[in-house]
């Protein structure tokens, strides 16, 4: 009897000890590109609970007892993407608002916005996306058609890059701006006394006061939208560069309903009200949404001549920019921020306003460690001041298609020896080790296909300039894939959750139609997504 009961016992012992360990989903098949630190590859990979269980070879998979299993056939897989500069939530009203990008003249302009007046009725109508320097006359024109258009009724169209507006006169009366209102931080365009309805910068900010102010049903309408665009490029992380908090408490309450899926790297924008809210609540973190930094201006545009530059712009004699807010201010409100959890992250374009941020980031942070404050746009510096970058304090944060858009015309705004320190994506990967990738959306297209080949390529989508722009700050495959995920994730704080597909991160990957570490470059701009998962859940699959 005594023996019976040994050998019953061995027999459940040995069946507990075959029992298959579970897993949600295994991908077999597949190019897996793990972006771990050796940047390894594997054919096969395990999720459970939604986080990375494991990756290896098929034979590795058959461990698992599996409740889905997905034949990759051979395509590749990359860990979810993460647009390290963007405006979501400015996406989403965009999609509501007159669409300007592509317009090759004013008259085409004038045109989109009487055919969308016609359609929609609005009682203040609001566009972006002209810009001067692909148009015939690359000069800004003034409001004389709009007013004679619009009379009563208010009219801002905004630049591409959201640093330049053209007002017409019943929206500068909306705004109470007149010949005296003065334009700190800015610029009022006056011409033979009368205003010609340019602003630029600061000034801006009086006609945004009297926008409209969009529905609840509105603003998740543009959240949703956005969303909808973001995962269909296998976008799974997005830093909103400056928000406020009704949008971010929103954006939490879609997320947490599961309505919003994708997961948000909030910058709240540079206000009293915010900095007062946010720097005494603390870091803010969820599984989906992370608040722990500041947005900050220091100069305007180089398209719309605000860029803030040592020495006169070359194609505007004593012109050079200026500076948002002054530098007592700035050093004032990094001292804030220092002193707490959060991150400053400061737009800075022209080599004036990056040697301002980064002195003042330089004397701040010396004695402070891992604070990862971070310079957006990094767009002019002045070789000198390349120095201030470094691993842990001062992190760029840049967008190669700014490089790509602005090349046709960028050398006559800052010279031929200005323009070696702009756009030096490989310089800067040099002194900071690591560096982020982003768009800057709207500005540029949201398709990060066209990040990471204006990244290798430095040439635009018809292969323009042969060899590339500036070919020698080109970055390779391997480094634009790791700027777009594990050294976009490190800047956000969130290297050991996401970022690589690794064991115990999150189960956020892309399963590409065209494999981007392989394809030739000129095809990089085409290549499209087949699916988009994040933590586990597929939220993209392509028709």
């Known amino acids: ?150 009379p009563d009724t208010p009219v801002a169209i905004t630049r591409i890059d959201g640093h330049a507006m053209i007002a017409n006169q019943a929206a500068l009366d909306a705004a109470g701006i007149t010949t005296s209102t003065k334009a700190d931080g800015g610029a009022i365009e006056i011409k033979k006394g009368i205003l010609t309805g340019i602003l630029v910068d600061n000034p801006m900010e009086l006609v945004e006061a009297v926008f409209p102010r969009d529905s609840r049903k509105d603003d998740i309408a543009s959240l949703m939208a956005a969303q909808e665009i973001n995962l269909s490029y296998g976008l799974t992380t997005v830093d909103d560069a400056g928000l406020y908090r009704e949008t971010i408490e929103l954006i939490d309450s879609l997320q947490q309903a599961g309505d919003l899926k994708i997961k948000m790297y909030a910058m709240i924008s540079n206000t009293p009200e915010n900095l007062d809210y946010y720097l005494n609540k603390g870091i803010i973190k969820t599984d989906r949404l992370n608040v722990r930094s500041v947005k900050f201006y220091a100069d305007g545009a180089l398209g719309s001549r605000g860029a803030a530059m040592k020495e006169p712009y070359t194609d505007r004699h004593d012109h050079y920019g200026a500076l948002l807010s002054p530098i007592a201010t700035i050093k004032e409100t990094a001292a804030r921020i220092a002193a707490t959890d959060y991150q400053m992250n400061t737009h800075a374009i022209g080599d004036s306003a990056n040697y301002v941020v980064l002195k003042t980031y330089q004397d701040l942070l010396k004695d402070k460690k891992d604070k990862r404050w971070r310079i957006e746009h990094a767009q002019i510096v002045d070789q000198q001041d390349f120095a201030m970058f470094n691993e842990t304090n001062i992190l760029p944060s840049v967008q190669p298609t700014h490089a790509t858009s602005d090349m046709y015309w960028a050398q006559d705004r800052v010279g031929a020896e200005r323009i070696k320190g702009a756009y030096a994506y490989q310089t800067l990967l040099q002194q900071s080790k690591r560096i982020a990738l982003g768009t800057d959306y709207p500005v540029e297209q949201v398709n990060p296909f066209l990040t990471f080949y204006a990244a290798v390529a430095r040439q635009d989508s018809s292969g323009y300039p042969e060899g590339g722009f500036l070919p020698q700050q080109a970055l390779s495959r391997e480094e634009a894939l790791r700027g777009m995920t594990i050294w976009a994730a490190y800047f956000n704080f969130e290297e050991n959750e996401k970022g690589s597909l690794e064991p115990g991160k999150a189960a956020d990957f892309v399963i590409l139609n065209d494999n981007i570490m392989e394809i030739p470059v000129a095809q990089l701009p085409k290549a499209s997504v087949k699916s988009t998962f994040i933590n586990g859940e597929q939220v993209y699959e392509s028709k």
């Open 1 to 150: 009897m005594k023996n019976l009961y040994f050998l019953l016992l061995s027999v459940i012992l040995i069946s507990c000890g075959e029992q298959q360990e579970t897993a949600d989903l295994v991908i077999k098949n597949a190019k897996i590109y793990t972006v771990d630190e050796n940047f390894s590859t594997a054919t096969a990979m395990a999720v459970k609970d939604g986080k990375i269980l494991a990756t290896g070879t098929n034979a590795d998979m058959e461990v698992y007892s599996v409740t889905q299993t997905i034949d990759a056939q051979g395509k590749a897989i990359v860990p979810g993407l993460i647009d390290g500069h963007c405006h979501f939530y400015g996406l989403g009203q965009q999609l509501q608002r007159v669409d300007l990008v592509g317009t090759k003249s004013y008259d085409e302009v004038l045109q989109r916005v009487r055919d969308f007046q016609k359609e929609n009725d609005k009682s203040f109508i609001i566009g972006r996306g002209w810009d001067q320097n692909d148009w015939e006359v690359k000069e800004y024109p003034t409001n004389q058609e709009l007013n004679e258009m619009f």
